[in-house]
C-alpha cells in the first residue's frame, strides 16, 4: 500500500496562466517559507495557451521582491487538475463558473479576493495583461495582501492533513 499523502494541493486559476496565478503560486511559496515543501502549489488558466512563459512584466514585479518566475510555464485548467485541488483560487467570478463547469467541488473553489470570508472584496485583482507596468505593480500588491490573508488556511489544513 503506498504511504498516505499529506500534501496539500493550491491551485491558482486565472486566465492565460502566465500574469496573474503565477504571480500567486510565487506569494503563496514564498508566505508559506519552510512549510512550501509540504504543500503542491499550482496554476492554470481557463484559455491558457500551453507552455507559454511568465509575462515580463510580471516575472519584473516579481523579482523586486526577490521571486524567480524564469520557469513558469502556463496550462489550461483540466478536470483531473481541478478536482484534485484541496483549494482552488481564482481570480474572478467567471473563473469560478469555468472551474465548476469541470467537476471542481464548489466548497474548494474561492474568489481569492473574498476568501477566507468576509475576505476583501473591494480589491479585486484585475487583470493587468496588456497594461502599464503600474498596473502590474498594483496587480502584485493586491495578490500578496491576498495571498497573506489565505495563508493561514493553507497552514490550518496542512497541520490537519498532517496529524490525520
Known amino acids: 500500500m503506498p504511504p498516505e499523502d499529506h500534501t496539500v494541493r493550491v491551485l491558482f486559476v486565472c486566465t492565460g496562466n502566465t500574469c496573474r496565478s503565477p504571480l500567486a503560486v510565487a506569494a503563496l511559496l514564498a508566505e508559506l517559507g519552510e512549510d512550501a515543501a509540504r504543500v503542491q502549489v499550482t496554476s492554470a488558466g481557463t484559455a491558457a495557451a500551453e ?8 516575472c519584473e514585479v516579481a523579482a523586486v521582491d526577490g521571486l524567480d518566475l524564469s520557469k513558469h510555464r502556463s496550462r489550461r485548467a483540466v478536470a483531473p487538475l481541478v478536482r484534485s485541488a484541496d483549494f482552488v483560487f ?3 467570478p467567471l473563473h469560478r463558473v469555468a472551474i465548476e463547469a469541470l467537476g471542481a467541488s464548489r466548497e474548494r473553489v474561492h474568489l481569492l479576493s473574498e476568501y477566507p470570508a468576509p475576505g476583501d472584496p473591494g480589491m479585486p485583482v484585475s487583470d493587468p495583461f496588456g497594461a502599464s507596468k503600474e498596473a502590474y505593480e498594483e496587480c502584485w500588491r493586491r495578490i500578496r495582501h491576498h495571498v497573506r490573508r489565505i495563508t493561514p488556511a493553507v497552514r490550518q489544513a496542512l497541520n490537519a492533513r498532517n496529524a490525520s
Do not use: E
Not at 507552455?51 to 510580471?58: C, F, H, K, T, V
Open 51 to 58: 507552455g507559454q512563459g511568465a509575462n515580463p512584466l510580471s
Open 90 to 92: 481564482v481570480m474572478d
